[in-house]
């Protein structure tokens, strides 16, 4: 039987990725506080681990790399986005690095459906004039919202999440357009009754804008103020995807200022700070990054990531690893 090997989790993860772990015979410590652990303690923490299961509060760079040391052979993110890992600085060192994709596809799909019924509907205003006692009463003008049947949806990443999406948007009667590097596959575009536009094209035309696309270099703050400034005054902006992908102070002031109708968001820029000029607005729905947080989601996320880490100590090829 091989040696144990030392596995560092640098946060809460449910218990069956721990149980996996340990009963394939490694060295498992696991941070579990409730607190984030502090960059210093995580470098101390990773010396001399084979592996580290990670979280995206945690950056995993060269330094945090070399404080592991030569033995680290694989790097598991329990999560689909990997902006959190300096994926080069894995690869120069020949460490393995992997992501949890596909687990979460549906549970993000729910919760970016939920923020454009939200959004539109004022579902989140609403709530708080009951929750805050505000007076009330029903009438044929009061808290008017917006339908969504009939009206295209635009989607900017057409990856699983975004196909997942455009599924229950047209079950609720929405037309499909999309934004991606390339086309997707005939069969796919058939079962959606999608059509691809230029981007600036699917601002300008659609009455809700959802974000999936991953965060890169290339896509910080891909939606700004000219991409604001393109969209209808009608229209709504969802993200799920990642905070910085949008400038969270054009989109506050777009708001403020009616060049957009509203926006639906479960990432910020800053997390978890909020940009301030968000926060006061009545058009603007807030969620805390709760995407994939449910708890058959999350209990598959850790596993799998689990699943890479046993596998890569195997000296087996990782289920999912990240992509060159």
Aim: aromatic share 4%; charged share 20%; proline share 6%.
């Amino acid at each position: 039987m091989p040696a144990p090997q030392r596995v560092v989790i640098t946060g809460r993860v449910p218990n069956e990725a721990v149980v996996m772990l340990s009963a394939a015979g490694h060295e498992v410590e696991s941070w579990d506080s409730e607190i984030l652990v502090t960059r210093e303690e995580l470098l101390t923490r990773v010396a001399g681990a084979d592996a580290i299961l990670s979280l995206l509060t945690e950056k995993v760079d060269a330094e945090l790399l070399d404080a592991a040391g030569p033995q680290l052979r694989v790097v598991s993110n329990v999560a689909v986005g990997y902006n959190n890992i300096d994926v080069p600085a894995c690869r120069t060192r020949g460490i393995i690095a992997t992501n949890t994709p596909g687990v979460l596809t549906d549970a993000t799909a729910d919760i970016a459906m939920a923020l454009i019924l939200m959004s539109t509907r004022r579902l989140a205003e609403g709530e708080r004039v009951i929750r805050d006692q505000q007076p009330w009463q029903w009438g044929m003008f009061y808290m008017l919202g917006t339908s969504i049947q009939g009206r295209q949806l635009g989607i900017v990443g057409m990856g699983q999440i975004g196909a997942a999406l455009a599924r229950r948007a047209r079950a609720f009667g929405m037309t499909i357009a999309y934004s991606n590097r390339s086309a997707i596959a005939p069969e796919l575009a058939a079962e959606l009754g999608c059509v691809r536009m230029e981007m600036d094209d699917l601002l300008a035309t659609s009455d809700v804008v959802s974000l999936h696309c991953p965060y890169s270099p290339a896509t910080h703050h891909l939606i700004g103020a000219a991409q604001l400034a393109t969209m209808r005054s009608d229209s709504f902006l969802i993200n799920t995807a990642r905070g910085p992908v949008v400038d969270e102070a054009a989109l506050a002031d777009a708001l403020a200022t009616g060049e957009i109708a509203g926006a639906g968001l479960d990432v910020f820029e800053n997390e978890p700070t909020i940009h301030p000029g968000l926060l006061t607005l009545d058009n603007a729905v807030l969620i805390p990054h709760l995407g994939s947080a449910t708890v058959e989601t999350r209990t598959a996320m850790a596993t799998l990531a689990a699943t890479n880490t046993l596998a890569v100590l195997r000296g087996e090829p990782a289920p999912t690893p990240i992509p060159a």
